[in-house]
């Protein structure tokens, strides 16, 4: 019997695990380990800690099938050698085939404080202690936001629609928030922001961060919450193993999405080094491929080379009604994007 084992039930773990429960017979066993009990959409992380959205929106269960085992525990290591994973409350499992889809954590460049006294949106736990924070805070209290990316820019404006009682700032290195998106959007979600009442500071360099304080460029700056959107990096189970590895700290891997020297390892999501910037349709769509290949090789034929991933655009919210894209590289802004967007979630949780 083959076992497949898959770590992390995140968009590249779970489209896997189901593209290979339709396509593998019955002598193949698949394992899924992931910290939570159900797949969580992590894209919408930013309306759970606003409180604008409940907990149960956000999260759909696993598959159900007799060739599927789930593991509800922490992955600590990854033993390449004897092909085996450490499990901090459950005894190890050993692959013949395994699939790493362990997603990232924040990155705080080495920031003073800044692990200890912010708020996150990058697990589930964290995203309802940050949903603690946030609605706790008293009225013309001050919250802040690090980082005027897609996540910092769709938390911020959701924050406002939340909490329209309380002061919010946006803090971005550069000389404008969402930087990889074409300067109308981004003149888009400026004139939000203006209209809505959102202080942008461009050019921050974030010195250090304190229990209500956060140092900026030389000036601190009181601030009641301050929540973290400043970057991501792969998991550090991943960061722990001895494999070739960019610039950002993820796995390089061939045409095949399998690292060279282990080709039977796959590796998705985040965790990968890929040509594309890490989303949750490029880790969907990379998902795919992989089950496909691995699918060819459990049937004993040579997998064909996957074709080049085109991402088919990229979406944002600005509150309820608003919002951005990009669709073919087209800029969208206003209604539709967003009502687009509502449309693409509730497919993607509904379909699972």
């Not at 045409?255 to 594309?276: M, R």
């Amino acid at each position: 019997m083959n076992r497949i084992v898959i770590l992390g039930g995140g968009y590249g773990g779970l489209k896997i695990a189901q593209q290979l429960l339709s396509n593998t017979d019955r002598e193949t066993s698949i394992t899924l380990i992931d910290r939570n009990p159900y797949h969580s959409m992590k894209t919408e992380f930013y309306a759970l800690a606003a409180g604008t959205i409940a907990e149960k929106d956000v999260r759909t269960s696993f598959p159900e099938d007799e060739r599927l085992h789930f593991i509800a525990d922490e992955i600590l290591h990854i033993n390449i050698e004897h092909q085996s994973v450490s499990l901090r409350h459950t005894e190890k499992v050993y692959y013949d085939y395994l699939i790493i889809g362990l997603g990232s954590e924040d990155n705080f460049h080495g920031i003073d404080g800044a692990s200890e006294y912010t708020h996150k949106i990058s697990t589930i736990k964290k995203t309802r202690q940050t949903y603690e924070a946030v609605n706790n805070m008293k009225n013309y209290g001050t919250a802040t936001i690090v980082g005027g990316g897609l996540s910092g820019v769709e938390m911020a404006s959701e924050l406002r629609e939340s909490r329209p009682d309380i002061n919010i700032r946006l803090l971005d290195r550069g000389d404008s928030i969402l930087k990889s998106f074409p300067e109308k959007i981004q003149e888009h979600a400026i004139e939000w922001f203006k209209e809505h009442d959102v202080e942008l500071v461009y050019q921050s360099k974030v010195d250090y961060v304190e229990p209500n304080i956060l140092c900026n460029a030389g000036t601190c700056l009181l601030s009641d919450v301050t929540i973290w959107t400043a970057g991501i990096k792969p998991s550090k189970v991943v960061d722990k193993l001895d494999l070739e590895k960019d610039n950002a700290g993820r796995i390089i891997l061939n045409d095949y999405h399998q690292v060279p020297e282990h080709p039977n390892i796959f590796v998705t999501g985040d965790c990968a080094s890929l040509y594309l910037p890490p989303s949750a349709q490029l880790a969907e769509q990379q998902g795919k491929q992989i089950a496909d290949i691995l699918t060819n090789i459990l049937r004993g034929k040579d997998p064909k080379k996957p074709s080049k991933i085109v991402i088919k655009g990229t979406l944002g919210s600005l509150g309820k009604d608003d919002g951005f894209g990009l669709t073919l590289n087209y800029p969208l802004k206003g209604v539709l994007p967003r009502v687009i967007k509502t449309g693409v979630l509730w497919y993607h949780k509904f379909q699972n």
